[in-house]
């Protein structure tokens, strides 16, 4: 099945997938006649432990909200019947369209801690509103695609499907998930919405519980065969190598009408029990016949296996990849940078806000990215820029992107990074990103305005 450029379904009631202070704060700069054009910067604080980049994902899905965004009827009644917000605001809210501009990253492309990953200029209460909307669809796509880099990384060259959708954290993360897997690397999904949806090639073997309603194991595995010729045969409901045994007693049952694809083992010690299963298999002269493993799999195990030997042809990952496991969240913020033309910030202690509209530069030498530079809009520096205009005045400036495409893009990326960053350990030394001189600037400049002011 090949990647398509469609657009997500909608949410019902998107509108209303906000906190309650941004609708407070829209009102509050709209009776106060504050209307001028703010920028919000969304970007990760600090990378989680244990990764030595993230992938940018989930910016076309947001666009197309963004686009789409309107507060129809039974949101406007709902928000009446809160008590807080007169009619002169919800009319403004039935209105309303988002007119704003977006400069973001492409999907795909390794990001590092403090770089913004987008940029809104919007009049404030636009900007405002639309807070948690772009840190729910950016971040979790992001902190997923990051993750499943890794698990890819890992698997070095063989393919990947993603199982977890029954483990994610709601339908709507298990089929962005599969999204975002799909980008960094993945194969395929197990998931027929994100099939349907996006275009994700999918894939999937058979149940444990076909096995059990059968009389015996070799009933089932002949008939299944029989409906599904080409398939991959579970083999560890009951003992997993006598499974493979069964296999093979079928294949040469079968003689040449046998095509099933592999065998599938999803328990117990998949380093020995792969070494078994391929002795087996050869010794009948099914050397065709490839091995998938899944169960409580993840970027470290996958790697220990083949590093051991494991003679694994593919893997199936879910829970651990689905819920990013180790690392289940980023620390992530959207934060207004700059009001009226006038460069904001915070004067918080380990809440650094970096003032005004920024450009990200990535330096190149031979082919590899040696290191970035954050900078303000419009300053020119070597490297190649990294955020781009992708809507202007609400509308977005290019066709939606195919997930084809955007995996392409982020195989190139990621392919671009150290060798020593792409690796599962902590790099050493870390990436390193550069705040321009310019920057640094303005900052002290925007820091003193403010302690002059409060103090």
């Not at 989930?58 to 686009?67: Q, V, Y």
């Amino acid at each position: 099945m090949s990647s398509t450029a469609s657009a997500p379904a909608l949410s019902p009631q998107a509108e209303l997938f906000a906190d309650l202070y941004e609708l407070r704060m829209a009102r509050a700069y709209r009776e106060l006649g504050m209307a001028k054009v703010a920028v919000f910067s969304l970007f990760v604080r600090r990378l989680p432990q244990g990764r030595n980049f993230l992938l940018a994902c989930g910016i076309e899905d947001l666009i197309d909200l963004l686009e789409g965004l309107r507060f129809g009827r039974t949101s406007i009644d709902y928000l009446r019947s809160l008590g807080e917000f007169p009619e002169t605001f919800l009319d403004w809210l039935a209105g309303f369209r988002f007119s704003g501009t977006v400069h973001a990253m492409a999907e795909g492309t390794p990001v590092f801690a403090e770089e913004p990953l987008l940029e809104i200029v919007a009049p404030i209460a636009e900007g405002q509103m639309i807070e948690t909307l772009a840190m729910n669809l950016v971040g979790l796509q992001t902190l997923l695609a990051s993750k499943a880099a890794r698990v890819v990384a890992a698997a070095a060259g063989r393919p990947v499907v993603d199982f977890g959708s029954r483990r994610a954290q709601g339908m709507d993360a298990a089929v962005a998930g599969a999204r975002a897997f799909h980008i960094a690397g993945v194969t395929a999904t197990s998931n027929l919405l994100a099939g349907a949806r996006y275009g994700i090639p999918v894939a999937g073997t058979m149940a444990h519980s076909f096995v059990q309603a059968f009389g015996s194991e070799g009933e089932a595995f002949r008939a299944f065969a029989r409906i599904y010729p080409e398939t991959i045969l579970l083999v560890d409901t009951y003992d997993t190598l006598d499974g493979v045994r069964r296999v093979a007693a079928l294949a040469a049952e079968m003689g040449d009408a046998f095509r099933i694809r592999g065998v599938r083992l999803d328990s117990g010690d998949l380093l020995t029990l792969s070494l078994g299963a391929r002795a087996i298999l050869d010794a009948a002269s099914l050397g065709r016949m490839q091995i998938f493993a899944s169960g409580g799999l993840d970027e470290a195990r996958i790697a220990a296996l083949l590093g051991a030997g494991a003679p694994i042809d593919a893997f199936g990952v879910g829970t651990e990849m689905s819920v990013s496991g180790d690392a289940p969240a980023l620390d992530l913020a959207y934060k207004l940078t700059a009001y009226a033309d006038v460069g904001r910030t915070k004067l918080s202690a380990g809440k650094r806000i970096l003032p005004g509209r920024k450009q990200v530069f990535r330096r190149m030498a031979q082919g590899v990215a040696i290191g970035d530079v954050i900078a303000r809009d419009g300053e020119q520096i070597d490297g190649v820029p990294l955020l781009h205009p992708v809507m202007r005045d609400g509308r977005r400036l290019a066709p939606r992107s195919g997930l084809a495409s955007l995996r392409a893009g982020a195989a190139v990326r990621l392919a671009e990074l150290p060798t020593g960053l792409r690796a599962l350990a902590p790099a050493d030394p870390a990436y390193p990103v550069a705040i321009s001189a310019a920057l640094i600037a303005e900052e002290r400049k925007v820091r003193d305005r403010v302690l002059a002011a409060v103090g």
